[in-house]
């Protein structure tokens, strides 16, 4: 590690950039594949068109997108912009990470954290699901993480207080209007984000999720692209919230408690 960082500022930023990108090619490989109850293993990427097998060079992070102008080389059929936008988000991403943590437990954490929370948020938007191949191995490394991060009581405090707040809000909301407001999805992402920053985080984190997606909705009503019906996919904001706590809960838990006093 100390040779890394003794490296010019440059090439360390490339070198995350770099990392980041693959995080993100990977990400895309799941939001394609784990809806379906594919592999993200095998077979490699090929293309959703004609389903011929993409070379390396066809499927380099951002760079090939470039080259082949958002096309198969294969059969011509445009790739969405949404691969390279993703790639570029998760790569930014990590070196936000990089440049807050630089090279510590905390920053390898993200690493994982990061891509699996872009790859939650497109998935629940597009499919309106958040697969439990990602939450259930997210709340076990939830608690193995957060025992180190802020021990492992408080981090079962907070699996508690995450999970069991929204299995509460979910029951109280069926018993009333009789259908389903709060997937299970979200109950499992949350115990696991609840598990790996503790029971106060987890408390900001619903707050920030709750604020986002109401001002979403509202912008949503006032443009009439959504009525009082719509169905929301709520693990965006989750995530969102996350990134947010993630990087700045302590600051934004200190500032609330200063202001209390």
Not at 93 to 98: G, N, P, R, T, V
Not at 127 to 156: C, E, N, Q, R, V
Not at 164 to 187: H, K
Request: aromatic share 10%; hydrophobic share 55%.
């Amino acid at each position: 590690m100390s040779i890394f960082i003794s490296t010019p500022l440059l090439l360390q930023i490339v070198v995350v950039l770099l990392l980041g990108l693959i995080l993100g090619s990977f990400v895309n490989v799941c939001i394609h594949r784990l809806p379906k109850n594919e592999s993200v293993i095998a077979p490699r990427s090929y293309c959703i068109s004609c389903k011929a097998k993409l070379s390396a060079w066809d499927n380099i992070p951002v760079l090939s997108y470039l080259l082949l102008r958002g096309k198969c080389r294969q059969c011509n059929a445009s790739v969405s912009i949404l691969y390279p936008m993703i790639e570029t988000l998760t790569a930014l991403l990590i070196l936000a990470a990089y440049i807050k943590f630089d090279v510590s437990v905390s920053f390898f954490i993200f690493c994982l954290i990061g891509p699996s929370l872009v790859a939650i948020t497109i998935i629940d938007i597009k499919h309106k699901i958040i697969p439990d191949i990602i939450t259930l191995p997210g709340i076990m490394f939830g608690l193995i993480a957060g025992s180190y991060l802020i021990g492992l009581k408080d981090s079962f405090i907070g699996l508690l207080v995450g999970g069991g707040a929204f299995l509460i809000t979910s029951e109280i909301y069926y018993r009333i209007r009789g259908n389903v407001g709060m997937g299970g999805g979200d109950i499992k992402l949350i115990a696991a984000i609840g598990a790996l920053l503790g029971w106060q985080k987890v408390i900001l984190i619903i707050f920030l999720s709750a604020f986002i997606g109401s001002l979403v909705g509202l912008a949503g009503l006032i443009g009439k692209r959504l009525n009082s019906l719509s169905q929301i996919p709520f693990g965006p904001f989750l995530a969102g919230g996350t990134l947010i706590a993630y990087f700045s809960g302590e600051q934004i838990i200190h500032l609330y408690i200063i202001m209390l006093t």
